[in-house]
């Protein structure tokens, strides 16, 4: 079975085939990594000293790129339609069902048996949820099932009877650097949820995501371990249905996702020429129109 840390072979660049410097240790080849991503954004599209024109002959350039760059943004735009508002997509409670509660996570509590016992709860610092009935429990580190059985228990009510939604996840997250140079989005952590899953749901991969370029960064601090890096085969997940690379997220893991050459080339042309070139590569959805409306 495959190593599915990344090793010396594998690394970030223009193919898969690239690869990290030898003898390397997981710090610097996460320092590696990031310094990939930096090179890759500033230079893979060849932009001269002002970063306005490319070398070689712009009409070129723009019809190689129009005609070849163009097949993974409407990939994505099948497998990975983008919600309308990723900020709302990623901050609406989905939590998987192992996501353990921790400070300051706001849960939603009810009761059927005593509607006024209802209360949206923040967990305390001690780890509790400062309930006035049926009293305080704990909730740090629990399941909201668990929770659930706890209150339902202290309540001497049936199980079917108590209902703990998370309403609001605050105790972890998770870091989305890319595909834009320079954006960074800070997620709530919400379960051990497979990243490609986890991508699709906040809007991760839009149209300009480069597919061989997508890793997971774990820090490792809280157990004192060396970072972690870990590469996402995201046409074998989405293509073959191949899951051996859609990690489970752990809080505080960072997300890496590189661009295309189509995007990047398209952020640099003036914005009358970018809107059309984006319509064109596919970079803008099927359904766009300058004007509102299709006729």
């Given at each position: 079975?495959?190593?599915?840390?990344?090793?010396?072979?594998?690394?970030?660049?223009s193919?898969p085939?690239s690869?990290?410097?030898?003898?390397?240790?997981?710090t610097?080849?996460v320092?590696?990594?990031?310094?990939?991503?930096r090179?890759?954004?500033t230079?893979e599209?060849?932009?001269d000293a002002?970063?306005?024109?490319?070398?070689?002959?712009?009409?070129?350039?723009?019809?190689l790129l129009?005609?070849?760059?163009c097949?993974?943004?409407?990939?994505?735009s099948?497998?990975c339609?983008?919600p309308?508002?990723?900020?709302?997509?990623?901050a609406?409670?989905?939590?998987?069902?192992?996501?353990r509660?921790?400070?300051?996570?706001?849960l939603?509590?009810?009761?059927?048996?005593?509607?006024e016992w209802?209360?949206?709860?923040?967990?305390?610092?001690?780890g509790r949820?400062?309930?006035?009935y049926?009293?305080r429990t704990?909730?740090?580190?629990?399941?909201?099932d668990?929770?659930?059985?706890d209150?339902?228990?202290?309540?001497?009510?049936?199980r079917?009877?108590?209902?703990?939604?998370?309403?609001?996840?605050r105790s972890?997250?998770?870091?989305?650097?890319?595909?834009l140079?320079?954006?960074?989005?800070?997620?709530?952590?919400?379960g051990?949820?497979?990243?490609i899953?986890?991508?699709?749901?906040v809007?991760g991969?839009?149209p300009?995501?480069?597919?061989n370029?997508?890793?997971?960064?774990?820090?490792?601090?809280?157990?004192?371990?060396?970072?972690?890096?870990?590469r996402?085969n995201?046409?074998a997940?989405?293509?073959?249905?191949?899951?051996?690379?859609n990690?489970?997220?752990?809080?505080?893991?960072?997300v890496y996702?590189?661009e295309?050459r189509?995007?990047?080339?398209?952020?640099?042309?003036?914005?009358?020429?970018s809107?059309?070139?984006?319509?064109?590569?596919?970079?803008?959805?099927?359904?766009w129109?300058?004007?509102?409306?299709?006729p």
């Open positions: 079975m495959r190593d599915r840390h990344t090793d010396a072979s594998d690394t970030v660049g193919s085939r690869s990290y410097p030898t003898g390397t240790t997981d610097e080849s320092g590696t990594l990031r310094a990939s991503f090179r890759a954004r230079s599209c060849g932009w002002r970063g306005l024109i490319p070398r070689g002959g712009g009409l070129i350039v723009c019809a129009a005609s070849t760059g097949s993974n943004a409407r990939f994505l099948r497998t339609p983008q309308p508002d990723p900020a709302t997509a990623a609406t409670p989905a939590p998987d069902v192992r996501y509660v921790g400070c300051p996570d706001v939603e509590v009810a009761f059927a048996d005593h509607p209802d209360v949206y709860v923040s967990v305390d610092l001690d949820l400062p309930l006035v049926p009293g704990r909730a740090e580190g629990l399941t909201l668990e929770i659930r059985d209150l339902a228990q202290q309540a001497g009510a049936a079917d009877r108590v209902r703990v939604n998370l309403a609001s996840a972890h997250e998770v870091y989305v650097h890319g595909p140079r320079g954006r960074t989005r800070v997620v709530p952590y919400q051990p949820e497979p990243v899953d986890f991508l699709k749901r809007g991969l839009p300009g995501s480069r597919l370029q997508v890793y997971i960064v774990r820090p490792n601090v809280t157990e004192c371990r060396p970072p972690e890096v870990f996402v995201v046409p997940v989405l293509l073959d249905n191949d899951q051996g690379t990690f489970p997220l752990q809080p505080s893991d960072q996702v590189g295309t189509c995007s990047t080339f398209a952020r640099n042309l003036p914005t009358w020429l809107t059309a070139y984006r319509r064109i590569t596919g970079l803008l959805p099927d359904d129109w300058p004007f509102g409306h299709q």
